[in-house]
Each structure stands twice: as structure tokens, then as C-alpha cells.
């Protein structure tokens, strides 16, 4: 899906957004879909309820239990 969105020419994002995700993947700084994927699914199977409702960054430090090692 990131190459699809990054391929130029094709109209599926804005060229300012196009951009941004482009630079991100040559600069590397990419993340790698564990990182945050541990997270999301650690509070999706015993998340506390205290949470919920919540915007949260996946690096939120109240979420560093769910977070696989990097």
C-alpha cells in the first residue's frame, strides 16, 4: 500500500501528502509495522479501560509494555 501511494502520477493522494510520505521512505524514517502493530494489538486483546476514548501516540510511554523490542 506505501509503494502504491508513493508511486507518482497515479491521483490516489494529494501532491503535497505525496511529498511527505515520499521524503519519510527515502529519509528512512519509516517505521517497521511491528513497532506500532504490537501496540495496537496489545491494547486491542487487555487494554485498560482507562484508555479508552483516548487519542493516543503509539509511543505513548503508558503503552511501553505492548511494544515488541525494536
Known amino acids: ?3 502504491r501511494l508513493r508511486s507518482q502520477g497515479d ?3 494529494d ?3 505525496l511529498v511527505k510520505f ?3 521512505h527515502t529519509e528512512g524514517r519509516l517505521l517497521a509495522p ?3 502493530g504490537s501496540v495496537i494489538a496489545g491494547l486491542a ?3 485498560p479501560k482507562e484508555l479508552s476514548g483516548e487519542y493516543l501516540d503509539w509511543a ?3 503503552l511501553a509494555k ?3 523490542s525494536s
Open 1 to 3: 500500500m506505501q509503494e
Open 11 to 13: 491521483g490516489v493522494m
Open 60 to 62: 505513548d510511554e503508558r
Open 34 to 36: 511491528e513497532l506500532p
Open 45 to 47: 486483546l487487555g487494554g
Open 15 to 17: 501532491a503535497n501528502e
Open 22 to 24: 515520499t521524503s519519510a
Open 66 to 68: 505492548y511494544k515488541v
